[in-house]
């Protein structure tokens, strides 16, 4: 049996990523282990969000984005209200393979984000070479028009101490290239918009 709070977080995943039922089901099961295949479609069901909408033929066709090697990920964080208050749900998709994994958190800090990224790191079986994040202070300085990976792996080879944002700090120690969006732009980070 699901939870009121267990269904607000299964039906904000399903609207947010727009995944199939079987990678909803691989993505939510460590976050809520008891969640079984027939009961999130009971839950999808429920809620009306059982079946994902039919493509259309009639819209002009997309670009499809350029081919990357597996290990490209989009990360982003999204509010998901529930009847005990609001929590941050943090999700993550491989561009290629569409590996997802998700976690939920009462804040948003740059710590929790580079602990979701730590987190990340322990749960996919291959090598993470790039994130791709908004310009949102949970993953990067404000102000700083990008991301400071470069220079933070830079001061790490030269032996410096140097003052670095959490995340991007994780990312130049896994040797992670960090990429961000333009600023209002949040399709350029579709795979988890």
């Known amino acids: 049996m699901l939870s ?22 691989y ?21 009306g969000i059982g079946r994902l909408p039919d493509v259309e033929g ?9 081919a990357y090697p597996i290990g490209y990920f989009h990360i982003d964080v999204a509010e998901v209200r529930t ?17 997802a994994f998700v ?13 979701f990224l730590r987190h990340l790191l322990d749960a996919v079986p291959y090598k993470i070479h790039t994130v791709l994040t908004d310009n949102g202070i949970q993953f990067t300085t404000p102000g700083a028009g990008g ?16 003052w670095a944002h959490a995340f991007e700090h994780t990312c130049a120690k896994a040797d992670i290239d ?7 732009h949040p399709w350029t980070n579709g795979q988890v918009e």
């Open 58 to 66: 009639d819209k002009p066709a997309r670009k499809k984005f350029k």
């Open 147 to 162: 991301s400071a990976v470069p220079l933070i792996k830079e001061a790490m080879a030269a032996g410096e101490i140097i």
């Open 103 to 115: 976690e939920l958190h009462e804040k948003a800090t740059t710590a929790v984000s580079a602990d």
């Open 4 to 25: 009121t709070e267990e269904e607000a977080v299964i039906v904000a995943f399903r609207r947010y990523t727009l995944l199939p039922l079987d990678d909803c089901l």
């Open 178 to 184: 960090h990429r961000t969006t333009k600023p209002r």
């Open 27 to 47: 993505a939510l099961q460590p976050t809520i282990p008891h969640l079984s295949r027939s009961s999130l479609h009971r839950c999808l069901q429920r809620h």
């Open 83 to 99: 009847e005990q208050g609001k929590l941050h749900m943090f999700v993550a998709i491989d561009r290629t393979s569409k590996f």
